[in-house]
């Protein structure tokens, strides 16, 4: 089980290393709440994220992996 509180303000990373930012919110399902979305404070332009507002978009179902940091597979993304 994953706490959404336990997510905040963790680093993002793609699957190669690269700096993503920080988890900056997330969107939930709210009929089934499951995590939809992290919505991620830019540090680095990655052109195949989707930005909203000057925030990064990136769908839950890329997540690799949460430990230090929130790993998100590359291949996985969709623009």
Do not use: C, H, W
């Amino acid at each position: 089980m994953i706490l959404a509180k336990s997510l905040s303000k963790k680093v993002v990373l793609l699957s190669d290393g690269t700096v993503v930012g920080r988890v900056y919110n997330l969107t939930v399902d709210l009929r089934t709440g499951l995590l939809v979305d992290l919505i991620v404070k830019p540090q680095t332009e990655i052109p195949e994220i989707v930005k909203d507002d000057g925030l990064y978009v990136i769908p839950f179902d890329s997540v690799k992996s949460i430990s230090d940091y929130v790993v998100v597979d590359r291949k996985r993304l969709r623009r």
